[in-house]
Nanobody
Framework: QLQLVESGGGLVQTGGSLRLSCAASGFTLTPYAIGWFRQAPGKEREGVSCISRSGGSIKYVDSVKGRFTISRDNAKNTVYLQMNSLKSEDTAIYYC??????????????????WGQGTRVTVSS
């Protein structure tokens, strides 16, 4: 069964850090671009960050630039999202997704082939 599994979410205070992981089961992430998305209560799902299959193309939404870092470890078949200086507005369910186009990355959600079930991040003040 092909699936993505997110982990690492939880409850953290404002200014704290979390590291999210996106692990693949049943397939290798190597040829895929990976995107991280989030959906806050009452809002649409939005792109947060993405990384191309080579790691040469990385993008961040303006609201997380300088605070979040995306990386990938193909040997571990895992992509990470390091989140520092967390704010209350970062509270959301975070999803990772895999895009077989791979060479670059963007936030066009219909292009993504596989999605995880999400991990909840709650930032309290």
């Amino acid at each position: 069964q092909l699936q993505l599994v997110e982990s690492g979410g939880g409850l953290v205070q404002t200014g704290g850090s979390l590291r999210l992981s996106c692990a693949a089961s049943g397939f290798t992430l190597t040829p895929y671009a990976i995107g991280w998305f989030r959906q806050a209560p009452g809002k649409e799902r939005e792109g947060v960050s993405c990384i191309s299959r080579s790691g040469g193309s990385i993008k961040y939404v303006d609201s997380v630039k300088g605070r979040f870092t995306i990386s990938r470890d193909n040997a571990k078949n895992t992509v990470y999202l390091q989140m520092n200086s967390l704010k209350s507005e970062d509270t959301a369910i975070y999803y990772c997704a895999a895009d077989l186009r791979g060479f670059s990355c963007d936030y066009a959600q219909p292009q993504y082939d596989y999605w995880g079930q999400g991990t909840r991040v709650t930032v309290s003040s």
